[in-house]
């Protein structure tokens, strides 16, 4: 095992690793930027490193610094967490020939997966089903329309660079097909620095369902079942849970041989998730595979007592699988939320600002893991994630009746949380009956009226300092030009906020 092991990321997901690092009696090394000199993740790590300014280009995405910094540290290996560096097959690269060992999968594992064409044909060549459509970029609008025609609207032109949601476009019909091609391609080319697409089915009110892989160094993989990552926001994920209510023994065997098979076909050694649509006649299809550590491992880790971080660390240090797959059982229900510090009354708007009080809920079958602690204050470049609370119980009622009590004893102080967005739909009969597809969250905010007025609003667009912290984040996000939305999650959030701000300053 690792003697000691350097954290390249922040927020909670630092502090879960620098956790399973102490488990494993690992030394965690922190870095962290301006904006985090007083991170709770550093406060915990045994070292910390300073790499530079606050904006994420000018510190958590410079690969040698973090290389340096390791270095320094004296540690053997670097684990990326999920966003900023995790997916990026060139650190990864830099890392080995460093002489240190990236806890993830080889470069060639990550970039086979980075580019979803590529991902889409090693899918095919592990026999597992893809949504019909094109196998390469395409490479002109004629060949775009021959196969729409082909495979019958409405199809869906993505960015074969991209993932997450982003360069997305459905087309309903032939006389979409021009502008949208190039619309599409302009988006790709602006978001991911690579104008291709690809056309794919458009599946119609599917469900978001991933499947957990782990995979050692020697030839062992296994799948950990599934979440289910349907209740999305703007293509960011809500709330998890594991097991996916509508699932059964049976579909669930099948995708996890289906996942199996296309982590073996991309050389795949560590953990790792295969994501699926399942449509209303409960088809599965290939969708893409994120080759990192994911934000919602935890609702895994509930029902089936494996820990993934440590198995993580464990492959990358070279040993064996700790679980067979006939050992692996599915306990229970486990149910996610993303606390995120944005205000769901005011359009998701971020709400950075010091936490004033902070009373963590805790009792039977609750996880919080969060990267913040009273008095410290939300910085404005990152991610507004501040925590990710979730609840075990024997069934899912269970699980759904303690989350709510969870979120009832959750206090944060300072400024505002999506814990009241929470509570509602917590107490949603959809919800509770399991009616929850991909737009499950955009029909849910069309149909409650706001319940702030837009009197309220426009008095907080007067509010001279949130709207200079919104423009500070913009211009900040702006100017780190390195700072590309991709797949991944702290990085897409970026984006987000930078949304939320714009809209924010273009409505005032
Ligand atoms: C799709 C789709 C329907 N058909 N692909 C969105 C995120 C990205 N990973 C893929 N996404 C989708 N791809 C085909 N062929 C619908 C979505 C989709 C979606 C998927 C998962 C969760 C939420 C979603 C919201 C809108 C669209």
Redesign the pocket.
């Known amino acids: 095992m690792f003697r000691r092991v350097l954290i390249a990321n922040r927020g909670e997901i630092a502090v879960r690793l620098i956790r399973a690092c102490r488990d494993l009696g690992v030394s965690p090394v922190a870095v962290y930027s301006d904006a985090d000199r007083d991170a709770l993740h550093v406060r915990l790590a045994d070292q910390a490193f300073h790499i530079g300014e606050s904006p994420a280009g000018s510190s958590y995405l410079l690969g040698d610094r973090i290389i340096a910094a390791a270095r320094q540290a004296g540690a053997e290996a670097i684990h990326p967490g999920y966003g900023f560096l995790s997916e990026r097959a060139w650190f990864a690269q830099a890392v080995n020939e460093a002489g240190l060992t990236f806890i993830g999968p080889a470069p060639a594992s990550i970039e086979l997966m980075g580019e979803k064409t590529s991902a889409r044909r090693a899918a095919e060549r592990a026999g597992a089903p893809i ?1 019909p459509g094109t196998r390469e970029p395409l490479s002109s609008e004629d060949e775009a329309r021959r196969v729409a025609a082909a495979i019958g609207y409405p199809v ?1 032109l993505k960015a074969a660079a991209g ?3 982003k360069g ?1 476009r459905v087309v309903h019909d032939d006389a979409e097909l021009s502008q949208a091609f190039r619309l599409a391609g302009a988006e790709a080319g602006a978001a991911f620095g690579d104008s291709a697409v690809y056309l ?4 119609e009110r ?1 469900r ?1 369902i991933e499947i957990q892989v782990v995979a050692d160094h020697f030839g062992n993989v296994i799948h950990l079942g599934e979440r289910e ?2 209740i ?1 926001r703007r ?1 960011q994920k809500v709330i998890e849970e594991c097991p996916a209510s509508f699932n059964d023994p049976d579909l669930r065997e099948r995708m996890g041989a289906a996942a199996i098979s296309i982590a073996r076909a991309a050389n795949y050694q560590s953990v790792g998730t295969v ?1 699926f ?1 399942v449509d209303e006649s409960r088809n599965f299809y290939f ?2 595979m994120n080759t990192r550590l994911q934000v919602e491992h935890p609702v895994t880790e509930l029902v089936t007592g494996i820990d993934l971080v440590r198995e993580q660390i464990r492959i990358a240090a070279g040993e064996p699988l700790s679980i067979r797959q006939e050992d692996v059982r599915w306990n229970g229900s486990a149910i996610e939320c993303r606390v995120y510090a944005e205000d769901p009354d005011r359009q998701f708007l971020p709400s950075p600002g010091r936490i004033t009080l902070l009373r963590t809920p805790a009792g039977p079958g609750i996880r919080d893991d969060s990267g913040v602690y009273e008095g410290w204050e939300v910085p404005i470049h990152y991610d507004p994630m501040i925590s990710k609370l979730a609840a075990w119980g024997a069934t899912r009622e269970e699980s759904i009746s303690r989350l709510q009590r969870a979120l009832d004893e959750y206090i944060v102080g300072g400024i505002r949380t999506t814990i009241p967005f929470f509570k509602r739909v917590l107490t949603d009969p959809d919800f509770i009956a399991g009616r929850i597809d ?1 737009g499950y969250i955009a029909r849910m905010l069309a149909d409650q009226p706001p319940s702030i007025s837009r009197e309220e609003i426009e008095r907080d667009l007067d509010n001279e300092e949130l709207v200079a912290a919104i423009i500070a984040a913009l211009e900040h996000l702006q100017a780190s030009s390195q700072v590309r939305p991709q797949a991944g999650d702290s990085i897409s959030k970026q984006s987000q906020w930078r949304l939320a701000a714009r809209q924010a300053i273009l409505s005032k």
């Open positions: 949504v869906m993932g997450g949601g997305m794919e089915k458009n599946i599917p978001h990552c349907s999305q293509h994501e649509l969708l893409e991909t």
